[in-house]
Antibody, heavy 124, light 107 residues
Framework: QVQLQESGPGLVKPSQTLSLTCTVSGDSISSGSYYWTWIRQPAGKGLEWIGR???????NYNPSLKSRVTMSVDTSESQFSLNLSSVTATDTAVYFC????????????????WGQGTPVTVSP | DIQMTQSPSSLSASVGHRVTITCQAS??????LNWYQQKPGKAPKLLIY???DLEPGVPSRFSGRGSGTDFTFTISSLQPEDIATYYCQQYDNLPRTFGQGTKVEIK
């Protein structure tokens, strides 16, 4: 079955760029009607949608983070990535990658497959 | 952004009892709402999509209903393994947004 796995540094210094990669296994990242998504969760808090990328490279970002977020996709490696620049302590969170399936016919959408999450701490 | 407001923020119920969580959207989202379960230290798991459709493999004691701005999520008979935080999420618009979560505990 399809699995997602996040990877990247667990510690990032303030003002630097947080870089994470999500590797998709069990299916091609280019197959089907899916968006590839990043979501984060500060400790003890709720879920925040960061943005998404389609296999052809089109993106949508959360306006609250848009000026600092860049996402990319590497279909040959079946990976997609997140760069978040100029980080501060408020960016400390568990970062999840997830697959958003969508139904062209009825407009349905859901995050149906998630990675296990990777904790990232922003600290000197 | 569409704001999603869940209530209560936490609840405690006995095993076998019925549990209901509500989710209110700040604007009409039709049926464009999903429900997730998150256990401590784990990723969220999709339970209900399109407001009322059960994701394959999810026990039938979980259900959802509603449309427009008001939605409910029900566990018909609470089981010990249902201890978790539950989130609603809208997909009517970008950015996708979640409710603040409802923590369910056993009394």
């Amino acid at each position: 079955q399809v699995q997602l796995q996040e990877s990247g540094p667990g510690l990032v210094k303030p003002s630097q760029t947080l870089s994470l990669t999500c590797t998709v296994s069990g299916d091609s990242i280019s197959s089907g009607s899916y968006y590839w998504t990043w979501i984060r969760q500060p400790a003890g808090k709720g879920l925040e949608w960061i943005g998404r990328i389609f296999s052809i490279g089109s993106t949508n970002y959360n306006p609250s983070l848009k000026s600092r977020v860049t996402m990319s996709v590497d279909t040959s490696e079946s990976q997609f990535s997140l760069n978040l620049s100029s980080v501060t302590a408020t960016d400390t969170a568990v970062y999840f990658c997830a697959r958003e399936r969508w139904d062209l016919l009825n407009g349905g959408s859901a995050f149906d497959i998630w990675g296990q999450g990777t904790p990232v701490t922003v600290s000197p | 952004d569409i704001q999603m407001t869940q209530s209560p923020s936490s609840l405690s119920a006995s095993v076998g009892h019925r549990v209901t969580i509500t989710c209110q959207a700040s604007q009409d989202i039709s049926i464009y709402l999903n429900w997730y379960q998150q256990k401590p230290g784990k990723a969220p798991k999709l339970l209900i999509y399109d407001a009322s459709d059960l994701e394959p493999g999810v026990p039938s004691r979980f259900s959802g209903r509603g449309s427009g701005t008001d939605f409910t999520f029900t566990i018909s008979s609470l089981q010990p393994e249902d201890i978790a935080t539950y989130y609603c999420q809208q997909y009517d618009n970008l950015p996708r947004t979640f409710g603040q979560g409802t923590k369910v505990e056993i009394k």
